[in-house]
């Protein structure tokens, strides 16, 4: 099992244009493949865009250019290759005719292939009622002997998700959203330190003030962080199974907590007493 990977998350700029939506996640796909990242994680919506301010009008009937997203998305696979590194960005995922799109997350592997499409579960009540449909199952996917899980948004604010990635055996979550909500980073780092896996947070650039993208470790402390002033940019991490301030965490938090989840240390430890039953004495 591999100990080391690399991960960048990328803070790009996401607008209603998908043209130029795709031609910034691929500036930054560059630069993450040039800090030797083997993967990169983009916000909800980075390629597609998100429905928010003006594209609240647009995505009500759905006014989307299909055939020009599918072509960003492919040329984002095929530079995926060229680079030899995987990419996690967030898209619409078109449906049959007339059922609304999934919001989705594209994993595409280093060789530009489709390696999986996770479709937001947890939807708000504006994405359920009017723009998406949600998703129904959780998604995995391995990568240089570390289990991921994907999440987007306001499942964030759903910890039963993020427990039951921990229990499928995900060592690592990428977070991806469109948020200015600060609470979500807080949220997350208690998750990572909840569950010992790290977290890949990422938004898009406009959002960076009120919460920067980045990575967090598995005992809830940021590793890297992009700036919060409104740039785009790209951060890395090293996922390292031996790192030093890494060892509680990992090694012992973890596996404890595994154990204790499952119950039996305290059902061979109860015992029948009076005083225990006695709910109403000092």
């Known amino acids: 099992m591999d100990q080391i ?17 795709g031609r910034e996640v691929r500036r930054l796909m560059r630069q993450a493949a040039d800090m030797g990242a083997q993967l990169v994680q ?19 009937g759905w006014a989307v250019d299909w055939a020009g997203l599918k072509a960003e998305l492919e040329e984002t ?27 989705s997350l594209y994993v595409i592997d280093e060789a530009g292939a489709l390696a999986a499409r996770y479709d937001k579960r947890r939807l708000s009540h504006t ?22 899980g994907l999440s987007l948004c306001i499942e964030i604010q759903f910890p039963e998700l993020f427990l039951d990635y921990a229990a499928r055996g995900a060592d690592v979550v990428l977070f ?45 402390r940021w590793l890297a962080r992009c700036a919060d002033d409104g740039s785009s940019g790209v951060v890395v991490a090293d996922l390292d199974r031996n790192a030093p301030h890494l060892d509680v965490a990992l090694n012992k938090a973890k596996p404890w907590r595994a154990l204790a989840r499952r119950g039996e240390i305290y059902a061979q430890t109860r015992v029948d007493d009076v005083r225990s039953d006695a709910r109403g004495e000092f």
């Open 5 to 21: 990977l690399r991960v960048a998350v990328g803070q790009s700029q996401v607008g209603l244009d998908h043209h130029a939506n």
């Open 42 to 60: 983009f916000p909800e919506g980075a390629i597609s865009g998100y429905p928010s301010g003006e594209g609240k009008v647009r995505l009500a």
């Open 176 to 220: 991806s959203s469109f948020s200015e909500d600060p609470m979500f980073g807080v949220m997350a780092r208690a998750y990572a330190a909840a569950t010992n896996c790290w977290f890949a947070v990422s938004v898009p650039a406009q959002c960076s003030p009120a919460m920067a993208s980045g990575v967090i470790g598995p005992h809830g």
């Open 77 to 103: 696979a095929a530079l995926a290759a060229e680079l030899s590194i995987w990419v996690a960005a967030g898209a619409n995922h078109r449906l049959t005719a007339p059922n609304r799109p999934h919001n």
């Open 127 to 148: 994405e359920v009622t009017g723009w998406y449909t949600p998703g129904l199952d959780p998604v995995m996917f391995q990568l240089g002997g570390f289990c991921f």
